[in-house]
């Protein structure tokens, strides 16, 4: 079989399941071309996932970033400050600072604001015959969400997507742009939350952004310019990989409309469906790391320097771990999914996407009694995101 996962268009209609199902059962972990003449080492098993994922000392994320491409230098010092893109010792400081901040009680206690923002989206789609139901509605829930979580200004919504849209979707002609756009959204996107920092910092203000800024972590406040790096980062993972989620889910809903009518009627499997919406859709399908020492990942030796990239998209439909992968079940038992990654770097919002998730369907039920697809969704062209850009569609409210 000719083997390319690398190129955006090999996903231009979803997961090349084919292509990963031969990895698994010939090449496990299978050295990839890459177009600049190099290569990196592909990880298709779910085991080996795992372990590289828990693998920190030899297996970096700051060494070369979590990125197929490696980064030009100036690009690459900034995305560093990423806490994606930090190893241990660094990355402790500022994943404490945030992860008191998602704990269970406090998301417990945003859960009816996250409900009254879905309530207000679903209000005003009731007035649209027609919707593209990626922006309309499944990008509008975690955009609200994590803005007004940071208490930004409403106005400035629509500029955190597309700065968000330009960084994730740099590949797909309709949503990127050129390599100097890409690092210009970046650069302005950080120089926002900079600005944000020293607007909050020393205030005793309630938002996500003033109980970061002005958290002591082993006795040490997060400066203005780590937190740039951090509110890039939050502000990025909490738009585009919930609205793949959200929109991806529904989309397999209708495609087996008698789940969609299941879950209607009976809401409280909605958390089980959602666990089986991540593993089926995989937000994001691969993250990047760089050996750091010569090792071996399943009998196959990796130099020093190697790039080593995670495929969760093909972790996700490993019939060694899950029973019968390519039925989408929402009953699954057994579902240790690779959708939020794993080990130190498992993603921080891993809960408030479930919650949007649940709560978007929740209300999407109460407030519609149909919606019809009116045309085959686009996916965005990227072999790093996994969602769709446009999902035409006609929504019949109550």
Same mark, same amino acid.
């Given at each position: ?35 600049d003449?190099s ?113 930004i ?5 629509p ?25 210009q ?25 003033? @109980?970061?800024? !002005? ?6 406040? %997060?400066?203005?310019? *780590? $937190?740039?790096?951090? /509110?890039?980062? +939050? ?14 889910g ?39 790391r ?48 690779m ?8 993603? @921080?919002?891993? !809960? ?6 649940? %709560?978007?369907?929740? *209300? $999407?039920?109460?407030? /519609?009694?149909? +919606? ?7 996916y ?19």
């Open positions: 079989m000719n083997i390319d996962v690398y190129s955006p268009d090999s996903y231009l209609n979803g997961i090349p399941h084919k292509q990963f199902q031969w990895l698994r059962d010939n090449a496990p972990v299978y050295q990839h071309p890459h177009p003449g290569s990196y080492w592909a990880i298709s098993k779910h085991a080996d996932v795992m372990a590289v994922s828990r693998d920190f000392q030899t297996f970096s994320a700051e060494r070369g970033f979590v990125l197929i491409d490696d980064l030009p230098d100036s690009t690459l010092e900034m995305a560093r400050n990423q806490l994606l893109g930090m190893d241990p010792p660094r990355h402790a400081k500022p994943r404490r600072a945030v992860i008191t901040r998602f704990t269970s009680s406090r998301l417990k206690a945003l859960e009816p604001q996250i409900r009254a923002i879905a309530q207000e989206i679903m209000h005003a789609a009731q007035g649209r015959d027609t919707v593209n139901f990626v922006d309309d509605l499944a990008g509008d829930l975690p955009t609200a969400v994590i803005c007004e979580l940071m208490e200004p409403r106005d400035m919504w500029q955190i997507r597309r700065w968000s849209d330009m960084q994730t979707s740099a590949s797909d002609p309709d949503l990127g742009g050129t390599e100097e756009e890409v690092l959204a970046s650069i302005e996107m950080g120089t926002y939350g900079f600005e944000l920092a020293c607007e909050r910092k020393g205030k005793d203000g309630d938002d996500l952004i003033s @109980l970061l800024i !002005n958290q002591e972590v082993d006795g040490e406040l %997060i400066s203005e310019a *780590e $937190f740039a790096s951090l /509110f890039v980062q +939050i502000a990025v993972a909490g738009n585009e990989t919930t609205r793949g989620l959200i929109s991806s529904m989309y397999q809903l209708l495609q087996q409309p008698e789940l969609y009518r299941e879950l209607e009627a009976q809401p409280e499997k909605l958390p089980s469906a959602v666990e089986e919406m991540l593993r089926w859709t995989c937000p994001l399908h691969y993250f990047r760089t050996a750091t020492c010569d090792t071996d990942i399943g009998g196959t030796a990796i130099k020093a320097g190697d790039k080593v990239v995670m495929l969760y998209s093909s972790a996700n439909f490993d019939e060694a771990v899950f029973d019968q992968p390519m039925q989408f079940n929402i009953e699954r038992k057994h579902n240790p999914h959708a939020f990654g794993h080990g130190i770097h498992l993603c @921080l919002g891993a !809960n408030l996407a479930r919650m949007e998730a649940r %709560i978007f369907f929740e *209300e $999407f039920f109460k407030y /519609f009694a149909s +919606i019809e697809l009116l045309g085959k969704p686009s965005i062209r990227s072999n790093s995101i996994h969602a769709f850009k446009t999902m035409p569609a006609k929504l019949l409210p109550r």
